[in-house]
């Protein structure tokens, strides 16, 4: 039974005469369609943030699925496939992330895409070689490291 009380399709029968009747009755369960829903804290994220991704999904006796590949072919972090999902990417890139769901009714699914920004490089600079300008660089690195 699942949820509700079952509904009851009773057959009656008879003769013409109406002298002998009988009847036998069976219970039918009915079972909600699926509904894939994910629920996101963000879409967008910096390399080494922890992403929660809720399964709101409903439908009776339904089970769900989790999927996530990486668009730009990087690594997709470990998960476990159940529940809600929590992701940790340790590398920049787009991924999309899917939930299907299922029952013996039906099934269904939603997807969505994260996108995980890059850190910044530092870039390296070199400055031109003279007397001068190395008392100028080291002045400038001096003044900006007292701000």
Known sequence: QVGIDPYKIKLKVSNKYA???DSVEYPV????????IMALDKNELCVGEELLVEN????????????????????VPEYEDRGHLRLKFNHWGRYRIT???????????TDTV???RQD???????????????AQAYLLLTFSLIL
């Open 99 to 109: 939930l299907y769901v299922e029952n013996v009714c039906s099934h269904d699914q």
């Open 120 to 134: 910044p490089e530092l870039v390296r600079y070199d400055l031109p070689y003279s007397t001068e300008s190395v």
């Open 114 to 116: 994260v996108t995980v």
């Open 56 to 75: 709101r999904s409903w439908g009776d006796q339904a089970t769900s699925t989790w999927s996530v590949v990486s668009l730009d072919g990087f690594p």
């Open 19 to 21: 002298c002998a009747t």
């Open 29 to 36: 369960n009915l079972i909600n369609r699926t509904e894939a």
